[in-house]
């Protein structure tokens, strides 16, 4: 049974997220979104905020990332706040929260498993390549949007290119309206492994992060630092890819493209 420790919880047209520990020491952090769980700034905030706090609490011993819902595991950026984007401040302040999340996951100590129950788009594929160890389903097709809007992944490229390789991201980012499917994905390294179901799936997951709330915490955070080395710049890189981002989205081109899939 599960109790709660931590609790961000923001209903509404805001989304939420919502974290809980068990008595095992495994930690499930749980964002969501009406809009296919897509990330407006403030969800990207606490979801950065959470993965932070959470991942320094000593009775934590692993971290279940994953979506609210059984459908879309993540819409990426959110449209609405796309389109609202004024100059470059703004530009750059919004991109910058998916730096926050995917550096929050490099940063922790703890090993994060992610769970992705269903397709990932633009930034949903850079947080499902900033977990350590992903499951998904058969209809966790994935797909980089950014170039068919005029952008592009700057800031989720480093974590997708660490997991998949340039090739495959290259792949993905050029052929920007193509779904590929999670068996592509896996083969990549994206997934770790894929199952036919969600329940299948959630059984792997608890039975791998009890497994590891068993091991032994220094040997996983040591762990941890190697599987990450050669990130220790992303900090000031991704500031670098957000302001890339924060520019693009300001031009003409990437309004018009934005408010053409708004009106679809």
């Given at each position: 049974?599960?109790?709660?420790l ?29 809009q ?6 403030q ?35 959110s ?68 170039l ?16 998949v ?41 608890m ?58």
């Open positions: 049974m599960f109790f709660h931590l609790i961000t919880y923001i209903m509404s047209k805001n989304g939420h997220v919502i974290s809980e520990i068990n008595d095992k020491g495994i930690a499930i952090i749980e964002f969501g979104h009406p296919s769980n897509s990330l407006p700034g969800v990207l905030g606490d979801l950065a905020k959470a993965i932070t706090d959470i991942s320094a609490k000593n009775e934590v011993k692993v971290v279940v990332l994953k979506s609210a819902g059984d459908r879309a595991f993540c819409a990426g950026a449209f609405d706040e796309l389109i609202a984007i004024k100059d470059l401040d703004e530009g750059k302040q919004f991109f910058s929260g998916f730096a926050g999340v995917i550096n929050a996951c490099r940063k922790s100590k703890k090993l994060i498993i992610g769970r992705v129950q269903g397709k990932a788009v633009g930034g949903g594929v850079g947080v499902a390549s900033a977990v350590d160890y992903c499951f998904a389903t058969k209809h966790a097709a994935v797909k980089l949007s950014e068919a809007i005029g952008i592009g992944p700057y800031v989720v490229g480093p974590a997708v290119e660490r997991k390789g340039l090739s495959a991201m290259s792949t993905m980012t050029i052929n920007a309206t193509k779904w590929f499917d999670a068996e592509w994905a896996r083969e990549k390294g994206l997934y770790a492994e894929v199952y036919e179901t969600a329940e299948e799936m959630d059984a792997a997951v039975e791998l992060a009890e497994k590891l709330a068993g091991s032994n915490p220094e040997s996983m955070a040591m762990l941890k630092k190697i599987f990450w080395e050669g990130t220790e710049q992303w900090d000031n890189l991704l500031k670098v890819r957000a302001a890339m981002s924060g520019e693009l989205v300001l031009s003409d081109f990437t309004v018009n493209a934005i408010n053409a899939f708004k009106s679809k």
